[in-house]
């Protein structure tokens, strides 16, 4: 199947699973509520927060089954939302894990509280259904070398904030790297992509069009590519952003030496209203460019 019968497919396949376990995941909703001891427990309140979250969010997701919707402009962005969905799942297994971990070294016990293992079974039911659904993805043979590392550098961005959760614990307490601005994320980003692309050049200008002239953070010359990066800090930025952006694809496309365009917009806080549809407005082909990809990471709560 190509990617279009993919992402239709995998919506309906999540729609199923979610479906599947609605009445354990009610009766979890009920079991929290239900529960009259140690509510100031950090397990309590970890379990009452990601049952709640993944209970809204796992319908939502699926809430329209058909591309294109208002969550997904194309099987390319469900692609993108489907992985970012899975590292939102993973936070929330690995939250579950450290409250698990905690609770046994506490209390000297072989197991955590039964509400753990309810929310515990439940986000791994939702993971393994986005896990079986990215395995039935098509792979499909770029057309060119250049394509191919271009998609690769894609999927980096996508997977940019799973880097910053990875920074949260040195395994030695030695010094750790926090992101908290856009010059952090370009560091942190730096550092990625030289593993995997040897010429990166970084600040670039563009020639001036109309009289200015736009600056990226990276440029990848062998892929004819620039990467972008924002980083978020509060609600209002979406206007700024997507202002900027729209601006600054003009003067990229009046550069000769490029013909891709990957945009990051790093929202840790979750400020932005609607990412989905700021990453459907501004991606596609644009003036002078043969491709635009905005990323918005991590996934919505």
């Known amino acids: 199947m190509d990617k279009m019968e993919w992402a239709l497919w995998g919506l309906n396949y999540l729609a199923t699973a979610r479906r599947a376990i609605h009445d354990d ?19 309590y309140g970890s379990c009452k927060n990601i049952l709640s979250v993944l209970y809204h969010y796992s319908m939502e997701f699926v809430g329209d089954i058909d591309i294109p919707n208002e969550k997904f402009a ?49 986000v791994a039911s939702i993971a393994a259904a986005i ?6 993805k098509p792979h499909l043979s770029a057309t060119t070398p250049v394509e191919a590392d271009v998609d690769l550098v894609l999927g980096l961005t996508r997977r940019f904030h799973e880097s910053v959760l990875s920074l949260r614990d040195h395994p030695h307490k030695g010094a750790i790297l926090k992101i908290n601005n856009e010059w952090d994320c370009q ?35 062998t892929l004819r590519t620039m990467v972008e990066l924002k980083y978020v800090r509060k609600a209002a930025d979406a206007k700024k952003i997507k202002t900027e952006l729209a601006a600054d694809f003009i ?13 990051l917009v790093y929202d840790p806080k979750h400020e932005l209203k609607n990412p989905a549809a700021i990453e459907a407005d501004l991606s596609g082909p644009k003036d002078g460019l043969l491709r635009v990809d905005v990323v918005i990471s991590p996934p919505r709560e």
């Open 187 to 221: 560091y942190l980003f730096r550092s990625i992509l030289a593993a995997y692309i040897a010429d990166v050049r970084e600040e670039e200008w563009n020639p001036s069009v109309a009289g200015s002239s736009a600056r990226c953070e990276f440029f990848l010359k």
């Open 25 to 43: 995941f009610n009766a979890a909703m009920e079991e929290l509520r239900g529960y009259s001891g140690a509510h100031r427990e950090s397990w």
């Open 74 to 122: 194309s099987p390319d962005v469900f692609d993108g939302a489907l992985i970012n969905y899975r590292a939102f799942v993973q936070e929330m297994i690995n939250e579950l894990d450290e409250e698990d971990h905690k609770y046994r070294a506490d209390n000297a016990v072989d197991g955590p509280p039964f509400l753990v293992i309810v929310a515990q079974r439940q």
């Open 131 to 136: 896990d079986y659904v990215a395995s039935k």
């Open 251 to 263: 003067d990229y496309g009046g550069n000769p030496q490029v013909d891709h365009i990957i945009c």
